[in-house]
């Protein structure tokens, strides 16, 4: 089966700490695909990154980067120096070719409110 | 630009009336999908469609129904409206080849059924 699971319902920090927001992912595939998107407040879902299981390499982008273990089946995001800004719903999500190459599972998000 | 829209972005409608979301990409992507969303569920996926006259069931597909008649234009029908099909639904595209790439999302229609 098929499953990401996001077990954080909904964090708060103050801003400029750093937060972490865990993936954990569930699947049969040895290629897939892993997705992080936010849906800030407006509605509006953005994607943020795409990740193959073969590139093992974390990722930086900004304040914003991402740990990908296969050993431990996660791909965890983590914000640093948080900001106002960055309060929205993250999505976790995964792409596999048992569930259909182009179809993305997500998991049931984690809120994030960062207070000034 | 290219965009993804959706329309009507609100609506309220009556148990047992028949609804159609509309969806329309200037992408000119292949694939097409369908989500619901709710709370505590996340996103999950309605119907998808990976071209013209193409479509395909998704996870909650009970209800609902698709059909693709060009490259444009996925719309969602929800035959009979229930109250349990209360929720904000999102048409999401993407480039068909080279792996799953990423979904472009529309704003989202807000679905009441009273």
């Known amino acids: 089966a098929q499953k990401v699971t996001q077990a954080q319902t909904e964090i708060s920090v103050v801003e400029k700490e750093d937060v972490t927001l865990d993936c954990v992912y569930e699947t049969r595939d040895t290629t897939y695909y892993l997705f992080w998107y936010k849906q800030p407040p407006s509605g509006e879902l953005v994607f943020l990154i795409r990740r193959n299981s073969f590139d093992e390499q974390n990722e930086i982008s900004g304040r914003y980067s991402w740990n990908f273990q296969k050993s431990t089946s996660s791909f965890n995001f983590t914000i640093t120096a948080s900001q106002v800004v960055d309060s929205a719903v993250y999505f976790c999500a995964l792409s596999g070719l048992l569930s259909g190459y182009n179809k993305l599972i997500f998991g049931a998000g984690t809120r994030l409110a960062v207070h000034p | 630009d290219a965009e993804i829209t959706q329309s009507p972005r609100h609506k309220i409608t009556e148990t047992g009336r028949q609804v159609t979301l509309a969806c329309h990409q200037t992408w000119n992507h292949n694939n097409m999908f369908w989500y619901r969303q709710d709370l505590g569920h996340g996103l999950r996926l309605i119907h998808y469609?990976?071209?013209?006259?193409?479509?395909n069931k998704g996870e909650v597909s009970d209800g609902y129904s698709v059909s693709r008649s060009n490259t444009e234009d996925l719309p969602l029908t929800l035959e009979s409206a229930a109250s349990s099909q209360t929720s904000v639904y999102f048409c999401?595209?993407?480039?068909?080849?080279?792996?799953?790439?990423?979904?472009?999302f529309g704003p989202g229609t807000r679905l009441t059924v009273l």
């Open positions: 999401a595209s993407s480039v068909g080849s080279g792996g799953p790439n990423e979904q472009f």
């Open positions: 469609s990976y071209g013209v006259q193409d479509t």
